[in-house]
């Protein structure tokens, strides 16, 4: 069994502040685990993934994760935020290569301030 | 490449009617595609799973008979919801991947609204 909690359901930061957004796993193998992005509706755009390579994952429009296994945590971040960063943000793990099934967060709604 | 497509983007019906949903990916051959179902400000929760020529199995709780998937070809899909009720009324949204332990990529959801 897996499962995904996402810290804050709603985070706020001003532009060009950093971002961090918080997802922690449980998984009974070791994972591989993904950031997705939704902007209103519209679907899930991959941002990042890891599996099972590098712990520093570098990912699209300048976000990365690190993979900690003593913490169970795959943490978003990203630098300096911009207005279009403003979006849902769902953190996802599969039980590794065997897997196919996605479990999901319940995501974190990112608002920039201006 | 990997770009996932569904259609309609949005549509309205009458309870008791069913609605046909299509996914299809659009650059690369599909051997499985997930259908999703995501309530307002919740997570998606995965429905079904299909293979291309294979029955679809499906998550526990989601009624097989109402919602019929078919997965006919490499590249699409589709979802039919029957004899849909309000509480159908959903944004469904489907993914796509080469194998069923590939990375999956999501269509851009069909919002559903059942009067």
């Known amino acids: 069994a897996q499962s995904v909690t996402q810290l804050g359901s709603h985070v706020s930061v001003s532009e060009g502040a950093l971002v961090l957004l918080r997802c922690n796993y449980s998984?009974?193998?070791?994972?591989?685990l993904f950031w997705y992005v939704q902007y209103p509706n519209q679907g899930l755009q991959l941002l990042l993934k890891y599996t099972s390579a590098a712990t520093l994952v570098k990912g699209i429009n300048g976000f990365e994760a690190e993979f900690k296994k003593s913490e169970t945590s795959f943490h978003l971040t990203k630098p300096s935020a911009h207005m279009s960063d403003a979006a849902e943000y769902f953190c996802a793990v599969k039980g590794g290569a065997g897997s196919y099934q996605l479990t999901f967060g319940k995501g974190t709604k990112l608002s920039v301030i201006p | 490449g990997a770009v996932v497509s569904q259609h309609p983007s949005w549509v309205i019906c009458k309870s008791g009617t069913s609605v046909k949903i299509e996914c299809r990916s659009l650059d690369f051959q599909a051997t499985t595609m997930f259908w999703y179902r995501q309530f307002p400000k919740q997570s998606l929760m995965l429905m079904a799973t299909?293979?291309?020529?294979?029955?679809?199995?499906?998550e526990q709780g989601v009624e097989k008979d109402k919602f019929l998937i078919n997965h006919a070809s490499l590249t699409l899909s589709t979802l039919t919801v029957t004899s849909a009720h309000p509480e159908d009324s959903s944004f469904y949204i489907c993914?796509?991947?080469?194998?069923?332990?590939?990375?999956?990529?999501f269509g851009p959801g069909t919002r559903l609204l059942v009067l």
């Open positions: 993914s796509a991947s080469r194998g069923v332990q590939e990375t999956q990529y």
């Open positions: 998984s009974s193998v070791p994972p591989y």
């Open positions: 299909s293979n291309e020529g294979s029955k679809a199995t499906y």
